[in-house]
């Protein structure tokens, strides 16, 4: 299947998807609203295709004073600041809520990129969307990474997610950027259903 044929399935797959989730994606809308009354979607810059930046969707999952919360983290507590410097990733996360946690887990927040895929940003398959402070962590192997849409899931999302380490992460992406077909595309949607279900990895 051609770059244009894989693009459309994502897109049509991606918009029957928003309108069997829509009423899921309202609830939690409301939900977010009624917790503390803070923004609902949050956009974070994300590198996509070819190394452009683009607005990634999510549902808020952490408190509206989230970077303050960071920095008084990283500054006072050594461990945490290791663990954000490894992975750019806390367990425990003093940013997110509550409700953020629950959204997390099920990855309930993630339902908002859909319209990425609408818009030719993202692809339901694809490596996970990095930030600019990742890109050295890719090193020679940001030109593979470059190579394709991110995706809402993929082959780190189904193989462990947090649980497994960085390095893991980035061969995962490279080994998915060299072998992509629409059979490992299907494969991988398939088994993110039970990946999601059993939380595995995933905080």
């Known amino acids: 299947m051609d770059d244009v044929a894989s693009e459309a399935m994502h897109f049509i797959i991606a918009l029957v998807a928003l309108v069997f989730v829509a009423p899921l994606m309202l609830f939690v809308a409301l939900a977010i609203f009624s917790h503390d009354g803070g923004p609902i979607v949050f956009a974070h810059r994300r590198i996509g295709r070819g190394g452009a930046s683009f607005p990634c969707l999510k549902f808020r999952s952490m408190a509206v004073d989230a970077e303050a ?29 509550k409700l ?81 077909t629409a059979a490992l595309d299907l494969a991988i949607m398939f088994n993110t259903v039970p990946a999601v279900l059993l939380r595995r990895g995933s905080y």
């Open 69 to 97: 919360r960071l920095a008084e983290v990283l500054a006072c507590d050594p461990d945490a600041r290791a663990e954000w410097e490894k992975d750019h990733k806390l367990r425990n996360d003093p940013r997110v809520t």
């Open 100 to 180: 953020g946690a629950f959204l997390r887990r099920t990855s309930l927040d993630e339902l908002p990129q859909l319209f990425n895929v609408l818009a030719g940003d993202m692809s339901l398959v694809g490596p996970r969307p990095i930030v600019d402070a990742e890109i050295q962590k890719y090193g020679r192997r940001f030109q593979q990474y470059c190579a394709v849409k991110p995706g809402i899931t993929g082959l780190w999302q189904v193989s462990g997610r947090n649980d497994t380490t960085y390095r893991a992460r980035v061969a995962l992406d490279c080994i998915y950027a060299k072998r992509r």
